[in-house]
């Protein structure tokens, strides 16, 4: 039983153009979460989290918005660049020390140019 | 600063041999965790060592596998005998440990193939 879902396998969008990946969670004691970006043969890289205190957190192109009534999630990144072609994990954790992270199945992004 | 190290990158063995992995986090980090992909999937947890002790292993599959993390540096997970379908990525993160802080940092993994 998935507690965090990404329900689109993939992602195709054109250099410049707005990306906008989703995630949804179902475990209402989920309170931080976090994106990754992964490229082949490498391991995660963490790009952005949000605390469930927040409802927005913006780091240069990178804006995540949750939503905790809908328990939805989602990563925008703008404008879109080559280089951010990879796949996109979406993680969460019950609390904001040190513990475990749940994943979805993540969302590969092409971007063209 | 140096990220966090696994080795091998690759292991290819057959079914009912032994594998170790190891693992160095990013120096003065507390937390060291292991996570496994397998064939695609979402990026599961394995167990959770706070310095050197076992915080967390809920996520660690059966009694094959086996972690250590002595002294609270690096640490080591061994799978034996290993079986077909623990083929995978297998990951390492580490953090701090801060409250309102959950970020983990991962290696590049070690892709354990069993024969």
């Known amino acids: 039983d998935q507690q965090v879902k990404q329900n689109s396998p993939s992602l195709s969008v054109q250099e410049g153009r707005i990306s906008i990946l989703n995630c949804d969670y179902t475990?209402?004691?989920?309170?931080?979460f976090l994106w990754y970006k992964k490229y082949p043969a490498e391991g995660p890289t963490f790009l952005i989290s949000?605390?469930?205190?927040?409802d927005k957190n913006e780091d240069g192109r990178f804006t995540v918005f949750l939503n905790k009534s809908a328990k939805h999630l989602s990563l925008h990144i703008v404008p879109s660049q080559p280089g951010d072609s990879a796949v996109y994990f979406c993680?969460?954790?019950?609390?904001?020390?040190?513990?475990?992270?749940?994943f979805g199945k993540g969302t590969t992004l092409s971007v063209s140019s | 600063e140096a990220g966090v190290t696994q080795f091998p990158s690759h292991s290819v063995i057959e079914k009912g041999q032994t594998v170790t992995l190891r693992c160095d986090p990013i120096?003065?980090?507390?937390?060291l965790y292991w996570y496994r992909r397998v064939m695609g999937k979402e990026i599961k947890f394995l167990l959770h060592?706070?310095?050197?002790?076992?915080?967390?292993e809920s996520g660690m599959p059966n009694n094959r596998f086996l972690a250590e993390r002595t002294g609270g540096t690096y640490s080591t997970l061994k799978v034996q005998p290993a079986e077909l379908e623990d083929s995978g990525v297998y990951f390492c993160?580490?953090?701090?440990?801060?409250?309102?802080?959950?970020?983990?940092?991962f290696g590049p993994g070690t892709r354990l193939t069993v024969l």
């Open positions: 993160a580490s953090s701090h440990f801060m409250l309102g802080y959950n970020e983990q940092f």
């Open positions: 475990n209402s004691m989920f309170d931080y």
């Open positions: 949000i605390s469930s205190i927040k």
């Open positions: 993680a969460a954790s019950d609390n904001q020390a040190g513990t475990a992270l749940i």
């Open positions: 120096s003065g980090h507390d937390n």
């Open positions: 060592f706070v310095k050197e002790s076992k915080q967390d």
